[in-house]
């Protein structure tokens, strides 16, 4: 069975710095890319980037880029979402989703249960 | 930067058919997907590559494509349908990921 496992809720103060987890299993992680997908409270959902765990190779969303870092580590078939500065607007539910591609194109045919991120002073 | 647009929301009462409706420049040229959110629930892929539907999405779950507008028809609506449906497409150069901005399906 396919799962993607997120770490647990954070409650961080602004300006410090969190990593995120996403540990897949029950598929060859390496074959898939990861995304990140934030959900700000009461809002719709934002592609914030991906990247192949096989190489670690990523792009962002213009949105993100610059503000997050997207990483993995193929050995423990886990990806991560990271800030050095929070800000009080990354408060947020965050989603890791597996990337199917083919031929006709790429969507999320499985989803981590989410990341509840709260910046507060 | 490139946009899909979907109606804020839809209202219609058990057993009839809702429609969804989601436009894209790009959409001629690239397939969409849906995806099914209920509250404090990861979403759910109920429709790929415009119109296939995934193993275990209930039959009256369908979509439809036609020039730069996709829809996503359920028929037959039933309670338990209620929720926030997005629809997703490649960017216009085909390297990133869109959502629209969501449709929230009420049943009445």
């Known amino acids: 069975e396919v799962q993607l496992v997120q770490s647990g809720a954070e409650v961080k103060k602004p300006g410090e710095s969190l990593r995120i ?10 074959s898939y890319w990861i995304s990140w997908v934030r959900q700000m409270p009461g809002k719709g959902l934002e592609w914030m980037g ?8 990523t792009n962002y969303s213009p949105s993100f880029q610059g503000h997050v870092t997207i990483s993995a580590d193929k050995s423990i078939s886990t990806a991560y979402l990271q800030w050095s500065s929070l800000k009080a607007s990354d408060t947020a ?7 199917y591609l ?8 499985y989803w981590g249960q989410g990341t509840l991120v709260t910046v507060s002073s | 930067s490139y946009e ?12 009839q058919t809702a429609r969804i409706t989601c436009s894209g420049d790009a959409l001629p040229k690239q397939y969409a997907y849906w995806y099914q959110q209920k509250p404090g ?4 892929l109920v429709i790929y590559k415009d119109s296939e539907r995934p193993s275990g999405i209930p ?4 979509g439809s494509s036609s020039g730069t507008t ?22 216009s150069s085909a390297t990133g990921v869109v959502f629209g901005g969501g449709t929230k399906l009420t049943v009445l």
């Open chain 2, 59 to 62: 039959e009256r779950f369908s």
């Open chain 1, 50 to 57: 991906r990247i192949d765990p096989s190489d670690s190779y």
């Open chain 2, 70 to 91: 996709v829809t996503l028809t359920i028929s037959g609506v039933q309670a338990e349908d209620e929720a926030d449906y997005y629809c997703q497409s490649a960017d």
């Open chain 2, 41 to 44: 629930q990861a979403p759910v």
């Open chain 1, 93 to 99: 539910m965050y989603y890791c989703a597996r990337l």
């Open chain 1, 21 to 30: 987890s996403c540990k897949g299993s029950g598929y060859s992680f390496t």
């Open chain 1, 102 to 109: 083919d031929s006709s194109g790429y969507y999320f045919d």
């Open chain 2, 4 to 15: 899909l647009t979907q109606p804020p929301s839809v209202s219609v009462s058990p057993g």
